[in-house]
């Protein structure tokens, strides 16, 4: 088996790492894959899609995750993802992009471990930083253009919802930015300005040539 690239972006919501996730997937061809722990979820939750299957692992931390902006248990997601990632390896994948995963420091641990059995393998731990008042404002801006057009806010976006996850954020997420940064494995991007500016500074750590 080849040695896989795990690339984790990890930030604060709307901090961009869906969108510059699509970015790199497209420049690194297609033996890379974005896997988003928040897709595998609402699959999961709502019984449908390629991650339907996992609905009865994580139905009982729907509430908690849908209503407080909490995580899944680490054991359950990781559990999860273990199997994701094993299937896409199996489908030829060497690079696997992840967005906002890990977010805990335990979910990091077991996920080092996993990395680790691996032979050759390499993990890239990215955090796109921006402020709680870009990230509140950028959710903002959202739901002014979904009413304007006359659709649904993303609920990802609803005010309660950003408060609880910049909460949810500081609380579990920011501990495990602070042990990978001291442990000098964090790369730290400021993802205040445009996402062409963004990409151009992501593009200075990965390429084809580099991962």
Not at 23 to 51: C, F, M, P, W
Not at 75 to 102: C, H, L, R, Y
């Amino acid at each position: 088996m080849e040695p896989i690239n795990f690339i984790f972006i990890n930030g604060k919501g709307s901090c961009g790492k869906d969108t510059q996730a699509d970015i790199l997937l497209q420049n690194l061809g297609h033996k890379a894959v974005k896997l988003s722990t928040g897709d595998i979820y609402r699959d999961a939750r709502d019984g449908t899609g390629e991650y339907g299957k996992y609905h009865d692992l994580i139905k009982p931390f729907i509430a908690e995750v849908d209503k407080m902006g909490g995580y899944v248990c680490d054991e359950v997601i990781f559990n999860i993802v273990k199997v994701v990632v094993s299937d896409k390896i199996s489908e030829g994948k060497e690079t696997i992009i992840f967005t906002g995963f890990p977010r805990t420091i335990g979910q990091l641990e077991l996920m080092d471990q996993l990395v680790s059995s691996l032979e050759g393998s390499k993990n890239y731990h990215l955090h796109f930083d921006i402020s709680d008042e870009t990230s509140r404002s950028r959710a903002r801006n959202r739901r002014l253009i979904a009413k304007q057009n006359g659709l649904p806010t993303r609920p990802d976006d609803g005010e309660e919802v950003v408060e609880k996850r910049l909460n949810k954020f500081r609380e579990a997420t920011l501990p495990m930015l602070d042990k990978l940064n001291q442990e000098g494995r964090l790369i730290s991007i400021n993802a205040e300005g445009t996402i062409k500016d963004i990409e151009k500074e992501t593009s200075l750590h990965f390429s084809k040539e580099r991962v």
